[in-house]
């Protein structure tokens, strides 16, 4: 019914396609479920995708990470599932081989940076920004609350002067941060609005002389705030002011809003790169949480060896919520758990409901991909653990990814070195054996925000921004073999200059999980591999034990005993 009114809405428009997004005008940053666009369009409930609606044919693009849930997911005699990179850029391919030469979307949805580069690349197409035709407000009040600067290491008037120096420094008027995640840890701010990201969904204008003024709908803070009419009103009668922001985190919708006299300098966005490097006070929170949250993952792997009997995806899920929630400092979990049973594993992102909860059951893998919120840090952890015995297929294909995960762990690099070129470092250890997988190797964290935080990631597109002491990224590559199992093993780590040479980086782990020895075929690791295996491991219990009881420190012990 929806992609109907749609196509009557471009019948009067003359146009003859529309994009929909997965994101709103805080781009890359989650949704509330009331807000999925593309769920409430098609049933698709990822976090990553983007749909065009033409007037005979309607498709939803998915990487590789989302391909069959989509498929699972959506009615195919309504839209047709493209395992493409969900960018614009990807649709504009597919409409160009299809003569489509119109297209419409919502400006509040696309960087300036990205319409900027379609314009130029696609000069044979109409882009009409048309606004929303999938409207889903939000209305509900959010509260920004303060972060306690001993956890977040820095004041706010020490970051804010930060700010002040860059525009005073480049003789700027102001800098509007469109990113909420820049805004939240700019300000020390948080709240519950987000089911999973502690973070202030506003943007923020900082000017020279230091004054703040928060933009958003509904929302009470402690800096003055104006709604999204007085945003707009600001912009358009902003004659003559320079405003720093950054191309490809503002909407394109602010250029077009603002005064022809404006000048809107493109910069990177500077809290981007500084919270990416973490300070002192948030790295050992990373550290401290990653103990207490490894010992509540063993609490319920303890648990799970005697209980797994009748047992579902859904059990395991809310009994790992119960050991994260009695740690000290926790908040929420840091997105909605992965529990995949069997088959369900090789569904990358998949989340058990009501409706696809599956008993756990003898000689199957479960995939458990899960992660915390602490006042002190955030957690990503994935275990893949065998229930009962494993195949020797299942040996084969673990122990393949646990040397990837290895290889990755081990490396040494130049300072600056892009996570591009550090993706292969892992991927290589599959494609000896004519393996792969459809994500990329690493992404940043947050300390208490996003558990997926640019600007470094590790992957074959990734981002060209050199890695730099104090960043930490997840290694998380794995194997997927639909109708069969999926593997997975993710830990945090985060970077250190090498103990051999100051400029070159290594790799130190934050998540302190045993890995199932019963899944290791240990003659197909090198002396190398084991050595570093029995080492995290000996470190896994001497920092886990003090926070188990008798009969898990017991298991513990035997989790980690030496190959």
Same mark, same amino acid.
């Given at each position: 019914?929806?992609?109907?009114?749609?196509?009557?809405?471009?019948?009067?428009?003359?146009?003859? +396609?529309?994009? /929909?997004?997965?994101?709103?005008?805080?781009?890359?940053?989650? /949704?509330?479920? %009331?807000?999925?666009?593309?769920?409430?369009?098609?049933?698709?409930?990822?976090?990553?995708?983007?749909?065009?609606?033409?007037?005979?044919?309607?498709?939803?693009?998915?990487?590789?990470?989302?391909?069959?849930?989509?498929?699972?997911?959506?009615?195919?005699?309504?839209?047709?599932?493209?395992?493409?990179?969900?960018?614009?850029?990807?649709?504009?391919?597919?409409?160009?081989?299809?003569?489509?030469?119109?297209?419409?979307?919502?400006?509040?949805?696309?960087?300036?940076?990205?319409? %900027?580069?379609?314009?130029?690349?696609?000069?044979?197409?109409?882009? *009409?920004?048309?606004?929303?035709?999938?409207?889903?407000?939000?209305?509900?009040?959010?509260? +920004?609350?303060?972060?306690?600067?001993?956890?977040?290491?820095?004041?706010?008037?020490? &970051?804010?002067?930060?700010?002040?120096?860059?525009?005073?420094?480049?003789?700027?008027?102001?800098?509007?941060?469109?990113?909420?995640?820049?805004?939240?840890?700019?300000?020390?701010?948080?709240?519950?609005?987000?089911?999973?990201?502690?973070? *202030?969904?506003?943007?923020?204008?900082?000017?020279?002389?230091?004054?703040?003024?928060?933009?958003?709908?509904?929302?009470? @803070?402690?800096?003055?705030? &104006?709604?999204?009419?007085?945003?707009?009103?600001?912009?358009?009668?902003?004659?003559?002011?320079?405003?720093?922001?950054?191309?490809?985190?503002?909407?394109?919708?602010?250029?077009?809003?603002?005064?022809?006299?404006?000048?809107?300098?493109?910069?990177?966005?500077?809290?981007?790169?500084?919270?990416?490097?973490?300070?002192?006070?948030?790295?050992?929170?990373?550290?401290?949480?990653?103990?207490?949250?490894?010992?509540?993952? /063993?609490?319920?792997?303890?648990?799970?060896?005697?209980?797994?009997?009748?047992?579902?995806?859904?059990?395991?899920?809310?009994?790992?919520?119960?050991?994260? +929630?009695?740690?000290?400092?926790?908040?929420?979990?840091?997105?909605? !758990?992965? @529990?995949?049973?069997?088959?369900?594993?090789?569904?990358?992102?998949?989340?058990?409901?009501?409706?696809?909860?599956?008993?756990?059951?003898?000689?199957?893998?479960?995939?458990?991909?899960?992660?915390?919120? #602490?006042?002190?840090?955030?957690?990503?952890? !994935?275990?893949?653990?065998?229930?009962?015995?494993?195949?020797?297929?299942?040996?084969?294909?673990?122990?393949?990814?646990?040397?990837?995960?290895?290889?990755?762990?081990?490396?040494?690099?130049?300072?600056?070195?892009?996570?591009?070129?550090?993706?292969?470092?892992?991927?290589?250890?599959?494609?000896?054996?004519?393996?792969? #997988?459809?994500?990329?190797?690493?992404?940043?964290?947050?300390?208490?925000?996003? *558990?997926?935080?640019?600007?470094?990631?590790?992957?074959?597109?990734?981002?060209?921004?050199?890695?730099?002491?104090?960043?930490?990224?997840?290694?998380?590559?794995?194997?997927?073999?639909?109708?069969?199992?999926?593997?997975?093993?993710?830990?945090?780590?985060?970077?250190?200059?090498?103990?051999?040479?100051?400029?070159?980086?290594?790799?130190?782990?934050? !998540?302190?999980?045993?890995?199932?020895? &019963?899944?290791?075929?240990? #003659?197909?690791?090198?002396?190398?591999?084991?050595?570093?295996?029995?080492?995290?491991?000996?470190?896994?219990?001497?920092?886990? +034990?003090?926070?188990?009881?008798?009969?898990?420190?017991?298991?513990?012990?035997? @989790?980690?005993?030496?190959?």
């Amino acid at each position: 019914m929806m992609i109907q009114k749609i196509r009557n809405k471009l019948s009067k428009l003359g146009i003859e +396609a529309y994009v /929909v997004s997965h994101g709103n005008r805080f781009l890359g940053q989650d /949704v509330l479920p %009331e807000e999925h666009k593309l769920k409430a369009l098609c049933g698709f409930t990822g976090s990553a995708g983007i749909a065009v609606i033409t007037q005979d044919e309607a498709f939803l693009l998915v990487d590789g990470r989302y391909e069959l849930q989509a498929r699972l997911e959506t009615n195919d005699d309504e839209i047709t599932v493209v395992d493409e990179m969900p960018r614009f850029k990807s649709v504009c391919d597919l409409l160009r081989q299809k003569n489509i030469a119109s297209v419409g979307y919502d400006a509040w949805c696309h960087s300036i940076a990205e319409t %900027e580069y379609l314009k130029r690349r696609y000069r044979e197409m109409r882009f *009409v920004d048309v606004g929303e035709l999938v409207s889903l407000p939000q209305e509900h009040m959010i509260e +920004a609350l303060p972060r306690d600067e001993r956890f977040a290491g820095q004041s706010r008037a020490q &970051k804010l002067a930060l700010i002040t120096d860059i525009l005073r420094e480049q003789g700027a008027d102001a800098y509007l941060f469109t990113s909420a995640d820049s805004v939240s840890w700019l300000f020390n701010l948080y709240a519950h609005d987000l089911p999973y990201t502690p973070i *202030v969904r506003a943007y923020a204008l900082v000017e020279a002389d230091g004054g703040v003024t928060l933009f958003a709908d509904n929302l009470r @803070a402690d800096l003055p705030v &104006k709604n999204w009419q007085q945003f707009a009103t600001f912009l358009a009668s902003a004659e003559n002011k320079k405003i720093m922001c950054d191309a490809h985190t503002t909407p394109e919708k602010i250029k077009n809003l603002a005064a022809s006299s404006v000048i809107l300098q493109k910069t990177p966005d500077i809290c981007a790169l500084s919270k990416a490097e973490k300070n002192p006070t948030e790295l050992q929170g990373m550290i401290s949480c990653h103990i207490r949250d490894g010992a509540a993952v /063993v609490k319920l792997l303890h648990w799970l060896e005697d209980n797994w009997r009748g047992k579902t995806e859904l059990d395991v899920v809310k009994k790992l919520h119960q050991f994260r +929630a009695e740690q000290e400092n926790f908040f929420s979990e840091s997105f909605a !758990t992965i @529990a995949g049973s069997g088959s369900n594993g090789a569904i990358v992102h998949y989340q058990p409901d009501e409706k696809s909860n599956t008993e756990l059951k003898e000689n199957s893998l479960l995939l458990l991909d899960s992660g915390g919120q #602490y006042f002190d840090g955030t957690t990503d952890i !994935t275990r893949t653990v065998v229930i009962g015995q494993p195949t020797k297929e299942m040996i084969a294909d673990f122990t393949t990814v646990l040397k990837a995960h290895i290889a990755l762990a081990q490396m040494r690099f130049p300072t600056g070195t892009a996570g591009a070129k550090l993706d292969i470092i892992a991927r290589s250890k599959l494609w000896k054996e004519c393996q792969d #997988y459809k994500h990329g190797t690493g992404h940043g964290v947050a300390c208490f925000g996003n *558990v997926h935080e640019g600007p470094i990631s590790i992957s074959v597109g990734g981002s060209d921004y050199g890695f730099k002491p104090n960043m930490i990224t997840s290694n998380e590559p794995g194997i997927y073999k639909e109708g069969k199992y999926g593997i997975r093993i993710e830990n945090l780590q985060y970077t250190v200059p090498s103990s051999i040479n100051e400029n070159f980086l290594e790799f130190r782990y934050l !998540t302190k999980v045993p890995i199932d020895k &019963k899944l290791i075929d240990k #003659y197909l690791l090198s002396e190398g591999e084991q050595a570093w295996l029995n080492e995290y491991h000996e470190d896994v219990y001497n920092d886990l +034990a003090p926070y188990l009881n008798e009969n898990e420190k017991v298991w513990l012990k035997d @989790a980690c005993s030496p190959l």
